[in-house]
Nanobody, 121 residues
Framework: QVQLVESGGGLVQPGGSLRLSCAAS????????MGWYRQAPGRERELVAV???????VYADPVKGRFTISRDNAKNTVYLQMNSLQPEDTAVYLC???????????????WGQGTQVTVSS
C-alpha cells in the first residue's frame, strides 16, 4: 500500500500564505512525479502544480507567480507554498503521486485524502 498524508491546510485571510506538505510512505519502488490538485464544491478536480523527477514543473494558469511547488526526494515529500491567496483558491487540496509500488508494477496514480484550504475574511 501507498499512503499519502497531507498537512498544512487551514483558514487564511485574503492575501495570506499557507504551506502544504505531503509525505508518501509504504510500498514505493519509484516515484516519477508528485503534485497537487484541488477541488472546490461543485467543480471538477483540477491540476494546481506538478514536479517530475527532472525538476520540471507545471503550474495551472490561475496560480502562476503565486504558488511554488518543491520536493524533497530523500523524504518522498512534496510541498506547495501558496502566497497571495484569494477566495477563489478555496478548495480541498489533494496530493498526487505518479509511480510504481513494485519493480514489476505498472505505473499508477495515488492520492491523499486532501486538506481543506479556506480563504476568507
Amino acid at each position: 500500500q501507498v499512503q499519502l498524508v497531507e498537512s498544512g491546510g487551514g483558514l487564511v485571510q485574503p492575501g495570506g500564505s499557507l504551506r502544504l506538505s505531503c509525505a508518501a510512505s509504504g510500498s514505493i519502488f519509484s516515484i516519477n512525479a508528485m503534485g497537487w490538485y484541488r477541488q472546490a464544491p461543485g467543480r471538477e478536480r483540477e491540476l494546481v502544480a506538478v514536479e517530475n523527477n527532472f525538476g520540471s514543473t507545471v503550474y495551472a494558469d490561475p496560480v502562476k507567480g503565486r504558488f511554488t511547488i518543491s520536493r524533497d526526494n530523500a523524504k518522498n515529500t512534496v510541498y506547495l507554498q501558496m502566497n497571495s491567496l484569494q477566495p477563489e483558491d478555496t478548495a480541498v487540496y489533494l496530493c498526487n503521486m505518479q509511480g510504481q509500488r513494485l519493480r514489476t508494477s505498472p505505473p499508477g496514480a495515488y492520492w491523499g485524502q486532501g486538506t481543506q484550504v479556506t480563504v476568507s475574511s
